[in-house]
């Protein structure tokens, strides 16, 4: 019965494989740990009968088999966010591979949509979640209340700057430097404002949103799952990040002590 | 009392941070709380029982992803999707940006031993995170590995 049902839909290699790369690029873009893309993907080819070698870092998947006159087919990922629903439902996808019920014109299309698809929560909810976010770290990291409003204004603005940045795509470089600077200016100006905000308390608390310790325990992870290009690429991009917040903010403070207080008076 | 305020902290932190990652709506509040429980378990490891910050993360991990694999098993999610919420109190953000900041304000004693405690602490996590869900991948490879010699007559897992 099942056997019958899965033969009706099956699908060529060529279709197969065009499913894969595409299964397997929605979940790196949406931010998926490597192991996790070679797996479905692996699942995916399997239920349908080919056996396939996978190579997958943050930027780039390759699919391919030993044979020399065979098939290749390789996809570049260049923009990846983290969207854990969409992990969520291709993992709910990967369960059904083996009794896929859809034919592949189906498939694609429906892969297509989920592509597209809008985020389940937009800009100004992201920018509510990081202003929240910043304004708990900073309690957390041992600021006052007044602290605690600064964080919230200087996380919420932080992330709006980034988001409108963001449409012109620029470098993610750039994206978290000009976050960074975002958050040394309004929090230098909260503290002009209230004398009971301490700098460092605001600051902490304001980046957490931006600061890529996920990405780096992610890079570690990969290590120990024996994926280490992976595991490279991860830490590197994480140091780049730090590096690049950093050098936003340290402008910021910079700038303002060279000038500022002659603009402030 | 400061246990309860930083339950209650870390609680809307990682919901927060759940909803910048786009998880779904139905664990939002499930992912707090299991970044509370690992922020609570870190700090009194941490402050209270006198632990290294190596091994206060590393237990504080274990806890969150023993939590997450659970919820995973319930909610039938992937247990990613509790888990790096889950981190984010205990992930070194802070420190790496601290030891960035340190090197390029010309400090590169300073800035590397803070660059150095952030990968051990990361380590920790991720030795943690990996220990739990090893544990619990050995079960489903066992069940894969029984369907795919029912369906395909080889084992290739």
């Known amino acids: ?265 | 009392m400061e246990i309860i305020t930083s339950f209650i902290f870390a609680f809307i932190a990682t919901m927060a941070f759940a909803v910048l990652f786009q998880s779904p709506k139905k664990i939002l509040l499930t992912d707090g709380l299991i970044g509370a429980v690992g922020w609570v378990v870190f700090i009194s490891l941490r402050d209270q029982m006198g632990y290294s910050s190596f091994y206060a993360n590393f237990f504080g991990t274990l806890a969150l992803a023993l939590l997450s694999e659970l919820s995973a098993r319930i909610f039938k999610q992937p247990a990613t999707v509790f888990v790096i919420p889950g981190i984010i109190p205990l992930v070194p953000g802070l420190g790496i940006y601290k030891g960035m900041f340190a090197v390029i304000n010309n400090d590169y004693n300073g800035g590397m031993s803070i660059l150095l405690t952030a990968i051990t602490d990361s380590c920790a996590i991720a030795v943690g995170v990996m220990l739990v869900s090893s544990l619990f991948r050995v079960l489903k490879i066992r069940k894969d590995r029984r369907f795919l010699i029912k369906y395909h007559g080889k084992d290739v897992c």
């Open chain 1, 1 to 265: 019965m099942i056997m019958e049902q899965a033969h009706e839909n099956k699908m060529t290699r060529d279709e197969t494989l065009k499913v894969a790369l595409m299964v397997g690029k929605i979940l790196l873009k949406s931010g998926a740990e490597t192991y996790r893309v070679e797996d479905t993907i692996n699942r995916f080819c399997i239920a349908n009968g080919y056996e396939v070698d996978i190579f997958v870092t943050p930027t780039v998947i390759i699919l391919g088999n030993e044979q020399v006159d065979s098939f290749n087919c390789v996809s570049r990922i260049r923009y990846r966010t983290t969207n854990l629903g969409m992990i969520s439902e291709m993992n709910d996808m990967s369960y059904k591979f083996e009794r896929w019920p859809m034919s592949y014109r189906g498939t694609m299309a429906w892969l297509e949509e989920k592509l597209k698809a809008q985020v389940p929560y937009g800009k100004w909810k992201v920018c509510l979640a990081s202003a929240i976010a910043s304004a708990s770290f900073s309690a957390m990291l041992g600021g006052n209340s007044h602290d605690f409003i600064a964080a919230f204004i200087t996380g919420g603005i932080a992330m709006l700057v980034l988001k409108q940045i963001a449409g012109y795509r620029p470098s993610a470089f750039w994206e978290n430097a000009l976050a960074g600077v975002a958050i040394g200016v309004v929090a230098l100006i909260c503290c002009a404002v209230s004398v009971q905000c301490t700098m460092e308390k605001i600051i902490v608390g304001a980046l957490m949103p931006f600061v890529p310790g996920v990405a780096f325990t992610n890079g570690l992870r990969d290590y120990m799952a024996g994926d280490l290009l992976s595991g490279n690429a991860r830490i590197a991009e994480a140091l780049l990040f730090a590096a690049s917040i950093a050098i936003g903010i340290a402008f910021a403070l910079r700038a303002w002590v060279l000038w500022g207080w002659d603009l402030w008076k």
